[in-house]
């Protein structure tokens, strides 16, 4: 059995859901052992972010060197937040430690910034979201 609550700051539905919270709790068989753990909620990256990501990084890269956006994705993961080394039938691969679509808001503007640092050490010009907004609405 298992349930999320999230509440958010400053929201008018966070008395309800505190209470939907204590009658779920309340619903839990007494006969049995639970964990309960409270974590502090971060949004997750959001669909623009993501966007942008393939559509202006990446694309520069493909069409600067002519590899595969998909490659340059796991290179720039990888670079940033470690290797492993996993097996697949008998051959090694290297994979990143960590996934993009796992990372809040925050943690994938630093990832979006440490990609513009690394392409700038080879001479690429990444621009940033504002600056791609800021031309879409000129």
């Known amino acids: 059995m298992s349930q999320a609550f999230t509440l958010h700051a400053m929201d008018t539905t966070r008395v309800n859901v505190l209470a939907n919270c204590k009658r779920f709790l309340d619903l839990l068989p007494a006969d049995k ?3 309960v753990e409270i974590t502090q909620h971060a949004k997750r990256r959001s669909l623009s972010q993501n966007a942008y990501l ?11 060197t002519g590899h595969e ?23 090694k691969k290297r994979a990143p430690l960590r ?13 979006v910034e440490f ?24």
């Open 33 to 35: 052992s639970w964990r």
């Open 99 to 111: 996934r993009s679509s796992k990372l809040t808001t925050v943690e994938f503007s630093e990832y």
């Open 54 to 64: 393939w559509s202006v990084p990446y694309k520069i890269l493909e069409d600067a």
């Open 115 to 138: 990609i513009q640092r690394k392409c700038a050490e080879h001479g690429l010009y990444i621009p940033s979201p504002n600056e791609q907004a800021d031309q879409m609405a000129a």
């Open 69 to 91: 956006s998909a490659y340059w994705h796991e290179y720039f993961l990888g670079e940033k937040y470690g290797w492993e080394t996993i097996e697949m039938f008998g051959q």
